[in-house]
T-cell receptor, first 111, second 110 residues
Framework: GQQVMQIPQYQHVQEGEDFTTYCNSSTTLSNIQWYKQRPGGHPVFLIQLVKSGEVKKQKRLTFQFGEAKKNSSLHITATQTTDVGTYFCANSGGSNYKLTFGKGTLLTVNP | NAGVTQTPKFRVLKTGQSMTLLCAQDMNHEYMYWYRQDPGMGLRLIHYSVGEGTTAKGEVPDGYNVSRLKKQNFLLGLESAAPSQTSVYFC?????????FGPGTRLTVL
């Protein structure tokens, strides 16, 4: 897959604040996947986006794929301490085998 | 279902020693992968397999070998460990685009 840049690298919020992480590419992406890794844990799949302008929601999490398919975002509304962890975006470039991960955004939440 | 399991969970090696990491999955997935995770580097693909008896190189294959003799198992070998191989190793499996990760092996090479 193509290289993707994630920003920010770190984000610290107060519980109840919103949080957004961004995933950007210089080239068009065929798809974007998002994973969450809790501290000391393993990555867990959250969602895949494939269509231009796609928006999907999972409870307090909103995922977007840009119109040009060069960027994606994950927005968490009213963060909770259970949201702590590193959020990774990844893309496979059309191949199921070579999933390329971004470097992740580490979210910490102050209760 | 246990999902994806990895053994061992932790290991300390001396430079030059060899070891094998074992990954097993009980989901009948065709595809299996080995990743390494280093601070600030995300997950990088070492080797992968698209089926029993097949393996292929990923982004960072040097210093590692793999084997997939049985569909449910994927082994990662280090023939002569180096300090640069200190990392957390994750195995994953998939039947399509979604990866299922194991709990990881934390390896330290002194």
């Amino acid at each position: 897959g193509q290289q993707v840049m994630q920003i920010p690298q770190y984000q610290h919020v107060q519980e109840g604040e919103d949080f957004t992480t961004y995933c950007n590419s210089s080239t068009t992406l065929s798809n974007i996947q998002w994973y969450k890794q809790r501290p000391g844990g393993h990555p867990v799949f959250l969602i895949q986006l494939v269509k231009s302008g796609e928006v999907k929601k999972q409870k307090r999490l909103t995922f977007q794929f840009g119109e040009a398919k060069k960027n994606s975002s994950l927005h968490i509304t009213a963060t909770q301490t259970t949201d702590v962890g590193t959020y990774f975006c990844a893309n496979s470039g059309g191949s199921n085998y070579k999933l390329t991960f971004g470097k992740g955004t580490l979210l910490t939440v102050n209760p | 279902n246990a999902g994806v399991t990895q053994t061992p969970k932790f290991r300390v090696l001396k430079t030059g020693q060899s070891m094998t990491l074992l990954c097993a999955q009980d989901m009948n997935h065709e595809y299996m992968y080995w990743y390494r995770q280093d601070p600030g580097m995300g997950l990088r693909l070492i080797h992968y397999s698209v089926g029993e008896g097949t393996t292929a190189k990923g982004e960072v294959p040097d210093g590692y070998n793999v084997s997939r003799l049985k569909k449910q198992n994927f082994l990662l070998g280090l023939e002569s460990a180096a300090p640069s191989q200190t990392s957390v190793y994750f195995c994953a499996s998939s039947y399509s685009y979604r990866r299922f990760f194991g709990p990881g092996t934390r390896l330290t090479v002194l």
